[in-house]
Structure formats: structure tokens, C-alpha cells
């Protein structure tokens, strides 16, 4: 494909809200499409509603969209600085007599001079305005459901149709992709190009997503925040990898896999219109497997970021970073995202650990024959050596004499020295990173329970 009819899609996000998983998703199907076909990224801030926007969020735009790996080729262009060219836009379809100034009543007024305090209207034609959607199809809408509509407020602003038909004119842009959501928009915006004398882009509306209840993802309900994701540990190309897959899917089946190689298989015309299920349990899976592949120096810098921030549980002073390494390679198989190191090592750096009443439950109360499990425990541990081994067969030699088979013989215990019934490997970093006072103790307070 030369360059002159290379396509010009943008991502043109509004900062009145954080960067949400759906709008992550429309950059990056962006993104991939200008990439698959030497084509050009713009990114357009269209800024207009000036009582909601917040440097901050405009901010959060470029710090996640660089966090996912996508990148643009031209822009941030902010709508805010295009008001004149609107108002000229408006003017030429007044002056043409495809809009019409209104007064607060709607009811039209003579003149083509745009003022304060007044708004001007589409004079919409009668017909049908038919849309061929790269993902939906034709999509035809007769003119009179759509009346004749605002295109500049009385308060000086243009409406988000007439500044979208305006911009993706001015810059040329081919492919608008974006949301279903607007789909209701998009005659309109024909319209106006077409009245202005330009060619409108080809349209592709992506499909909804939604949860597991089939609903559309809200914000007010679900767990949508690109921050919060980030938070919890999810990696970025395991989060871009996903979003790639909500809505479409590549032709060979594979789903994780390199971005370079879904860039090959991204086809446009591949995307599914049905409505996408935003899957948490299928992206902590793709975040475990990205986890695993991370080598032993970066996936410890991953880790970093939520072992010593704010809300860790421990104590400042008895944190120990070699501790971490050491644990690192027997957690790294097991978890699915990165916050999840909290638990697994927690019991290491806390004066007492943290019992999990279900395990507590489970193990110790209803556990066979726990008091006397720990009971032999203490009394093997208080003089043994202090090895791995040697502690490993005095906790299984107490459960068998009380006719408890291995597995079951040391869940006592675990639960007594880190507060759950599954974790890493018990014995080893037990006996490399506590003391055995420190481990007696903590058993001796859990027999005191019973």
C-alpha cells in the first residue's frame, strides 16, 4: 500500500474520565489497524466541555496509552484550539443555507450572522444517509428520525458531531473506529462532512463490552479503570494482548501471543460485532502467563512497586528484600497478578501472621487430630536441628502417628506459622527466614486457640 492511500485513523478521547478498559480498547484497535497497514495514528484530545475537564486526566491519557505500548504518529491535537475553525465551519453552512440559526424556543430565526446567545441547527434534508460499517454492515437512517439538529450551542461551542465532522475532515482521516456507542451519531456526522464538501471516513463500530451478567461494562459498577489494573498487578502486554482479543480474534486461533505478531494477524474486517465479555478470570490467566515468562531481575523489579508501597501490612523495619528473592522463583509459577506476592510472603515479615479464618477453620478446628499435631510439633522443633529436612519429617512423622497422611499433616501447621492453607513451599523458607523461636511462638499461639 503506497503512502498516499495509506489510511489515517485517530484515537480521540474526551479527558473527563480516567483511561477505562473500552476507550483502551478503541486506541489499540486503532493502533493495530494503522500499524497492519503502514498507516498513520492520531491522537486528537477533544477537550470541548471545558466544566469537566481536568489537566490531570488529559495527563493519564498519555501516561497509559504509553503504558500499553501505543504510540502516535501525529498529534496530541486538542479540539479546545480548533474553535475558530468550527465557528468558520458553521458559518459556511449557514451561509450555504444547510443551517440555521434558533432562538432558546427552537424556533428559527432570520439572519445567517452566528451571535451569542444563539444556537444554530442542521437543516437536515429529507432521505436516508446509509453507512457501510467495516463491522456492522449497512446501517441505514431515515433523515426523519434525526430532525434537525444542533451544531453549535448558544453558548458559543460547537456540538461533539459538528467538531468530530470538522477535525477528521481537516485531518484527513479514513477510518473512524470507535464504539458502538456513538454508532446514533453517525449520520449525523455524515451529514455535516457531506454539507461541507468532504468525503466522511469509513466507519467501523466496535462492539460493546460487557460483564458477566451480559451487561454493558459501566463504570459506576464494574472494575473498569486502566489504573486500577495496573494496581493490582496486571502487566501492560498482558492487558494489550487481551484488549486485542475483545472483538476479535486471530485467524490461526493463537491468543497469547507477541504484539509484533497480532500487528501480522490484525485484519478490520475480522472484528465480530456481537458484544465482548470482558473476562477478568481469562485476563488473571493472561497475566500468569506473562508473569511466568518474565526473567528473575525483571520480574523482582514488577514486584517492587507493591511490596513497598502504603498499604503493605508489615512493618517498614522488617521488610528484607533479599527475603523476596529468595522466595521469588517458588511464588513466580504460582501467581496471576503481581499483587498477589502480598500474601504469598507476608508471614515472613510480620511480627504475627495474618490467619485467614477459612483456613483456620478448615485446617486447625476441623483439621484430624490438629492439637496433637502441633503439640508433637513444638516438642520435636524445640531441640532438632534446624533444617528444612529435619523439620519436614518431624511435622510429617507427628501426622502419622495420628494416622494423618503428609499433605494433610503439615496443614496445621501452615496455617499456624503463615496464617493460610496454601502458599509456597512451607519448610524451607520457614526454616532460612524465621527464627525457631519465632516459628514456636507462633505455633504455640495457635495450640493456645484450641
Known sequence: MSSADSPRVRFAPS????????SARTALFNWLYARATGGTMVLRIEDTDESRNRPELTDAIFEYLGWLGIDYDEGPFYQSERRERHREAVQQLLDNGRAYLCDADDNELPGTEMGDGRAVRFRTPEGTTAIDDVVRGEVAVDHAQLGDFVIWRSDGSPTFVLANAVD?????????????DLLSSTPRAVLVAEALGATPPVYAHLPLLVNEQRKKLSKRRDDVSLESYRKQGFLAEAMANYLALLGWGPRDGVEIRPMAEIIEQFRLEDVNKAPAFFDIAKLEHFNGVYIRELD?????AALEPHLTGEDVPWPPDRFRPDVVAAMAPLVQEKLRTLDGIVPQVDWLFLDEPDIDEQSWEKSVLRGKAAPEILDATIAALTDCPWDAETVKDAVFAAGEAHGVNRSK???PVRVAVTGRSVGPPLFEPMVNHLTREEVLHRLQTARSHL
Open 15 to 22: 479527558p473527563t474520565g480516567y483511561l477505562h478498559v473500552g
Open 409 to 411: 499433616s503439615q496443614a
Open 296 to 300: 528473575p531481575e525483571t520480574f523482582l
Open 168 to 180: 477528521d475532515a481537516d485531518m484527513a482521516i479514513t477510518h473512524a473506529i470507535r464504539g458502538e
